[in-house]
């Protein structure tokens, strides 16, 4: 056992999930993988919402795979960096957004 | 961004020899990631073997106005290997008496060969009708002497295939060395409006994009669709087709690959990647490559490799149908690079 948490190679591992359960494990690579497909919207439009959202679920995993994935489909890193800014907007607005309950508890505490 | 080749500075993957240790060792040495061999071994596709002679990729010289940091030829202004009239006249006695019907000309630059025109004019006049040419564009912005390259060209309905990759000019110049954006948007301008690539015209012009880094090409088509997008609506050049080329290790690329601790990931990349249905259009099957010292290759990576053909005419001199056709193709890791996803050649994906 390594003493990291997160080692960069078990990336290329992560398909060995399915060993423990194979049945789980394909079901998940087949939605998984039909999910990235062309469809009503652009494989391309799909990596950077993959960009976006691994940044707010802070996987480093997925953040390596979908900078490499947008690299591939030649997505710019302007583009790249304005989802990673979605993606936090929406994180940050989700939090403030709960301003508007804590402004409501205080004023129902209140005289 | 590098300006002198590997050979000039002496770097020690200038060895061919360290080339291949390389491609022997870390996962492959540990048994980590299968040899080449092994791999197309459990499809049943080896040996590989040559079949009939379609194009003939004739490698002008190492010469060229650029330095691009993934170039798996070396090349530069540096490299003065250059082919002779002799050995292209074996080339032309090739083409005459075998029935390939296509002549590849790369380099380095192949226009920078002083006898490039009197090549294309002398196969012209013995018959020969399909031309490839591989430019890298800017030299035709490179010198006055270059400029009318692009009527040239017409003249003899050769087929331009030209690199580009990107369409933005950041990562253009990365890889390619500044001011090549421009200069490349200048030249195919100047192709568009003798008109190649242009709807209706027979005069074809194609673009290579090769990944400017550790990462596989994506999807021929849908990079197709954004490079015409974007270079009609920023430039308004046309072109026909757009070919993903994936970079091979070697040479400047693997330099790159290891000095920036990518090259085991990169490898990985490419297993993961292989594709069997790839291995029957690796264009080894149906081309043959010569140097510019006529020396014959599987293809013009395993030149760069030093890996001359393994057979008994290995001399364009020499050459022989019945001594090289079927041959086993030298292979090992680097081929690796041709078999991942939809495949890679000089042409684009191949399955
Ligand atoms: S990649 Fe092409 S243009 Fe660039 S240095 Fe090599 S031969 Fe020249
Ligand atoms: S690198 Fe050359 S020899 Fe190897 S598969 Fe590709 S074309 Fe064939």
Same mark, same amino acid.
Request: glycine share 8%; hydrophobic share 40%.
């Given at each position: 056992?390594?003493?990291?948490?997160?080692?960069?190679?078990?990336?290329?591992?992560?398909?060995?999930?399915?060993?423990?359960?194979?049945?789980?494990?394909?079901?998940?690579?087949?939605?998984?993988?039909?999910?990235? @497909? !062309?469809?009503?919207?652009? +494989?391309?439009?799909?990596?950077?919402?993959?960009?976006?959202? $691994?940044?707010? /679920?802070?996987?480093?995993?997925?953040?390596?795979?979908?900078?490499?994935?947008?690299?591939?489909?030649?997505?710019? @890193? !302007?583009?790249?960096?304005? +989802?990673?800014?979605?993606?936090?907007?929406?994180?940050?607005? $989700?939090?403030? /957004?709960?301003?508007?309950?804590?402004?409501?508890?205080?004023?129902?505490?209140?005289? | 961004?590098?300006?002198?080749?590997?050979?000039?500075?002496?770097?020690?993957?200038?060895?061919?020899?360290?080339?291949?240790?390389?491609?022997?060792?870390?996962?492959?040495?540990?048994?980590?990631?299968?040899?080449?061999?092994?791999?197309?071994?459990?499809?049943?596709?080896?040996?590989?073997?040559?079949?009939?002679?379609?194009?003939?990729?004739?490698?002008?010289?190492?010469?060229?106005?650029?330095?691009?940091?993934?170039?798996?030829?070396?090349?530069?202004?540096?490299?003065?290997?250059?082919?002779?009239?002799?050995?292209?006249?074996?080339?032309?006695?090739?083409?005459?008496?075998?029935?390939?019907?296509?002549?590849?000309?790369?380099?380095?630059?192949?226009?920078?060969?002083?006898?490039?025109?009197?090549?294309?004019?002398?196969?012209?006049?013995?018959?020969?009708?399909?031309?490839?040419?591989?430019?890298?564009?800017?030299?035709?912005?490179?010198?006055?002497?270059?400029?009318?390259?692009?009527?040239?060209?017409?003249?003899?309905?050769?087929?331009?295939?030209?690199?580009?990759?990107?369409?933005?000019?950041?990562?253009?110049?990365?890889?390619?060395?500044?001011?090549?954006?421009?200069?490349?948007?200048?030249?195919?301008?100047?192709?568009?409006?003798?008109?190649?690539?242009?709807?209706?015209?027979?005069?074809?012009?194609?673009?290579?994009?090769?990944?400017?880094?550790?990462?596989?090409?994506?999807?021929?088509?849908?990079?197709?669709?954004?490079?015409?997008?974007?270079?009609?609506?920023?430039?308004?050049?046309?072109?026909?087709?757009?070919?993903?080329?994936?970079?091979?290790?070697?040479?400047?690329?693997?330099?790159?690959?290891?000095?920036?601790?990518?090259?085991?990931?990169?490898?990985?990349?490419?297993?993961?990647?292989?594709?069997?249905?790839?291995?029957?259009?690796?264009?080894?099957?149906?081309?043959?490559?010569?140097?510019?010292?006529?020396?014959?290759?599987?293809?013009?990576?395993?030149?760069?490799?030093?890996?001359?053909?393994?057979?008994?005419?290995?001399?364009?001199?020499?050459?022989?149908?019945?001594?090289?056709?079927?041959?086993?193709?030298?292979?090992?890791?680097?081929?690796?690079?041709?078999?991942?996803?939809?495949?890679?050649?000089?042409?684009?994906?191949?399955?």
């Amino acid at each position: 056992m390594d003493n990291n948490y997160y080692d960069p190679a078990d990336l290329r591992k992560f398909g060995k999930i399915s060993e423990w359960a194979p049945e789980l494990g394909e079901k998940f690579f087949d939605y998984y993988n039909s999910v990235f @497909k !062309e469809g009503a919207l652009s +494989a391309r439009e799909k990596s950077l919402i993959a960009l976006a959202v $691994a940044h707010v /679920v802070k996987c480093p995993y997925c953040i390596d795979a979908y900078t490499k994935d947008g690299l591939q489909k030649g997505i710019t @890193k !302007e583009e790249m960096m304005e +989802a990673v800014h979605a993606g936090a907007a929406i994180e940050s607005g $989700a939090t403030l /957004v709960h301003g508007v309950q804590m402004m409501n508890k205080y004023n129902k505490l209140s005289m | 961004m590098a300006t002198k080749s590997l050979k000039a500075i002496g770097h020690q993957l200038a060895q061919t020899q360290k080339q291949l240790d390389l491609l022997q060792s870390g996962p492959f040495k540990e048994g980590e990631l299968p040899l080449f061999k092994d791999k197309i071994a459990q499809t049943g596709q080896f040996p590989l073997r040559a079949k009939t002679l379609e194009i003939l990729q004739i490698n002008m010289g190492y010469m060229c106005n650029q330095v691009c940091a993934h170039c798996h030829v070396d090349a530069g202004p540096d490299r003065k290997e250059i082919m002779n009239r002799e050995t292209m006249q074996q080339c032309l006695g090739v083409i005459a008496q075998t029935g390939a019907h296509t002549l590849d000309l790369t380099g380095g630059a192949p226009e920078m060969n002083p006898d490039f025109r009197w090549f294309i004019e002398a196969a012209s006049a013995a018959g020969v009708k399909d031309f490839i040419v591989r430019s890298n564009l800017t030299i035709i912005r490179a010198n006055k002497k270059y400029h009318d390259l692009p009527e040239f060209f017409a003249k003899h309905g050769v087929h331009v295939v030209s690199s580009m990759p990107h369409y933005t000019q950041g990562k253009t110049d990365k890889q390619r060395g500044d001011g090549v954006f421009n200069a490349s948007i200048e030249a195919l301008k100047m192709l568009n409006k003798v008109g190649y690539g242009m709807p209706g015209s027979d005069l074809k012009l194609d673009l290579v994009y090769n990944p400017s880094g550790a990462y596989l090409p994506g999807d021929q088509a849908a990079l197709e669709k954004d490079f015409k997008k974007a270079l009609d609506a920023d430039f308004g050049i046309q072109f026909n087709a757009l070919f993903a080329i994936t970079n091979l290790p070697i040479s400047r690329f693997l330099d790159y690959l290891v000095a920036s601790g990518n090259f085991e990931d990169y490898m990985y990349a490419l297993v993961d990647a292989y594709n069997p249905a790839a291995v029957a259009g690796v264009m080894c099957t149906n081309t043959l490559s010569v140097s510019w010292d006529g020396y014959l290759y599987d293809c013009d990576f395993n030149q760069m490799l030093g890996l001359k053909v393994a057979s008994k005419a290995r001399h364009i001199k020499d050459y022989d149908t019945s001594l090289l056709e079927g041959r086993e193709v030298v292979i090992s890791q680097h081929c690796y690079g041709c078999t991942a996803g939809a495949g890679s050649s000089c042409q684009g994906t191949v399955a």
